[in-house]
T-cell receptor, first 114, second 111 residues
C-alpha cells in the first residue's frame, strides 16, 4: 500500500536556529509533495507545493528563503525551517500524491521552538 | 487565492445521532473534493472522495456534491464517540496539483 513517512516525529530547537525535516513516499511515485503547517492559531496552512519537473510554488506568507524545499526524486522531499521562532511551532505535515490521486499524509513532524 | 470554507466550526451530537458537515470552495475550477478525518495527535486520513455530482455512500458515511455551487457535505449517521475528531475538507482543481484544505469542523460525539 501507499505510505508516507516523516522524520523526525518530534524536534525541539532554540529560537533562531534551523531544523530540517524529511518526507518519504513508499509504494507510489510522489509526483507532487505538499508541505503544510498545522498550528493552534491558524489550523491547516499550505506552505508550498513541489511538483516534479516544475518550480516549487510557495503560498502567500511563506518563502523559499524561510522554508527551502528539496524534491530530488519521486520518493523523497525535505524542508528546512530556517531561523525558527515561536510562531513557527506546530505540526508540519507532508502530503504526497501521484498525479491527481488521493493525497497521502505522513504522521507529521512536531516542532517546538524554545 | 482559492479558499475552502467549512461549517460549522464545531459540532456536538449525541451518540447515535446524525452529524452534518459542510464545505464550499471559492474556486470555480475545483472539481475534486476529499474529506479527511484527523484524530487528536494523528495525521489526517482520507475518509471519502467525490468528483461527480450527486451522492456517494460508504457505510455510515454519505457525501453529497453539487458542482454548480461548489458545495459538498458529509453526513455521518449513527454517530459513535470514536467519530469525534477534526474533519477536514480538501479541494483540488484538475488544472493544478494543489490540494487546499478548509479550516475544519471539530466533531464531538457524546456517549
Amino acid at each position: 500500500g501507499a505510505l508516507v513517512y516523516q522524520y523526525p516525529r518530534r524536534t525541539i530547537c532554540k529560537s533562531g536556529t534551523s531544523m530540517r525535516m524529511e518526507c518519504q513516499a513508499v509504494g507510489f511515485q510522489a509526483t507532487s509533495v505538499a508541505w503544510y503547517r498545522q498550528s493552534p492559531q491558524k489550523t491547516f496552512e499550505l506552505i508550498a507545493l513541489s511538483t516534479v519537473n516544475s518550480a516549487i510554488k510557495y503560498e502567500q506568507n511563506f518563502t523559499q528563503e524561510k522554508f527551502p524545499i528539496s524534491h530530488p526524486n519521486l520518493s523523497f522531499s525535505s524542508m528546512t525551517v530556517l531561523n525558527a521562532y515561536l510562531e513557527d511551532r506546530g505540526l508540519y505535515l507532508c502530503g504526497a500524491r501521484q498525479g491527481y490521486a488521493e493525497q497521502f499524509f505522513g504522521p507529521g513532524t512536531r516542532l517546538t521552538v524554545l | 487565492q482559492q479558499k475552502v470554507q467549512q461549517s460549522p466550526e464545531s459540532l456536538i451530537v449525541p451518540e447515535g445521532g446524525m452529524a452534518s458537515l459542510n464545505c464550499t470552495s471559492s474556486d470555480r475550477n475545483v472539481d475534486y473534493f476529499w474529506w479527511y478525518r484527523q484524530h487528536s495527535g494523528k495525521s489526517p486520513k482520507m475518509l471519502m472522495s467525490i468528483f461527480s455530482n450527486g451522492e456517494k455512500e460508504e457505510g455510515r458515511f454519505t457525501v453529497h456534491l453539487n458542482k454548480a455551487s461548489l458545495h459538498t457535505s458529509l453526513h455521518i449517521r449513527d454517530s459513535q464517540p470514536s467519530d469525534s475528531a477534526l474533519y477536514l475538507c480538501a479541494a483540488s482543481a484538475s488544472n493544478t496539483n494543489k490540494v487546499v484544505f478548509g479550516t475544519g469542523t471539530r466533531l464531538q460525539v457524546l456517549p
